[in-house]
């Protein structure tokens, strides 16, 4: 499928809260750079040549958006964002399903509000690979640690149970890329049998679906603890993305 021939809107799932970053603000409306991290990461994204829209989807008791400013532009498009990060995928999919023409020829960029770090050149690579091989796809980055199995336990003590093989374990990033209609079509049954979903290639996997992986930087990480803020900002800093 020529890359011309299709629409692309990217979806900013921006509800959560961010319980690991032990902040009263919610670590998307943390300050990075001089910005805040949403502020940041809309920034990069509307940098994209490829992407027409953004729909973000947050909180309805978000005392923070109506700060952003991205809040009044004419791009960008409030949707209601639900308890899990799924909801609030599938609430801005509703929303670009309603305000399309021809959905089979729409697909969305799904990007974590808290990756700003993320580098345009392997968005475009993303983009241009699925578009071509007409598949959905994502950026990732091979596991590079030894990676160890231990069970939960509730303990301090935590027990190694096994070392798992690595050779094929990939970390997924964001964004993620797919056609509107088939991750719309996964997210609304995975929601109706009650299916976990921790991002939207595990949505496509679970109705049978195929994705592709275009490998990633490792520094397009997301933030999560205290520490990742100060590893962004050298980040930013250092314009390696």
């Known amino acids: 499928m020529p890359q011309d021939s299709i629409i ?28 805040t991290v949403l502020d940041t990461t809309l920034q990069k994204l509307f940098g994209l040549d490829a992407v027409s829209n953004i729909v973000v989807a947050v909180s309805d008791e978000d005392e923070y958006w109506p700060d952003s400013q991205f809040a009044s532009h004419p791009d960008i498009y409030r949707v ?9 995928v599938l609430s801005a999919l509703r929303y670009i399903a309603n305000h399309v023409e021809d959905m089979s020829s729409t697909w969305v960029l799904v990007h974590d509000a808290a990756r700003p770090c993320f580098s345009p050149v392997k968005v475009n690579e993303l983009i241009a690979t699925c578009t071509m091989n007409n598949m959905g796809g994502i950026l990732a980055a091979p596991v590079a ?5 231990a069970p939960e336990t509730g303990d301090k ?3 190694i149970e ?18 509107l209609g ?3 079509s996964a997210l609304e049954a995975c929601l109706q049998q009650g ?5 939207e290639a595990s949505a496509i996997e679970a109705v049978g679906g195929r994705s592709l992986i275009v490998a990633d930087r490792r520094d397009n990480i997301k933030i999560t603890v205290p520490e990742d803020l ?7 800093k250092q314009h390696i993305i």
Request: proline letters at 6%.
């Open 80 to 88: 209601s964002g639900g308890k899990e990060r799924s909801d609030s």
């Open 145 to 149: 640690d030894t990676v160890k199995r």
């Open 182 to 184: 088939a991750l719309h």
């Open 195 to 199: 299916l976990p979903v921790t991002d």
């Open 8 to 35: 692309i809107w990217a979806v900013v799932p921006a509800a959560g809260v961010g319980k690991r970053m032990a902040s009263d603000v919610p670590k998307q409306y943390l300050t990075l750079a001089g910005h």
């Open 157 to 159: 003590i935590i027990e």
């Open 230 to 236: 100060y590893w962004a900002q050298h980040i930013l």
């Open 162 to 179: 096994k070392t798992e093989d690595r050779d094929q374990l990939w970390l997924a990033h964001t964004p993620q890329f797919f056609p």
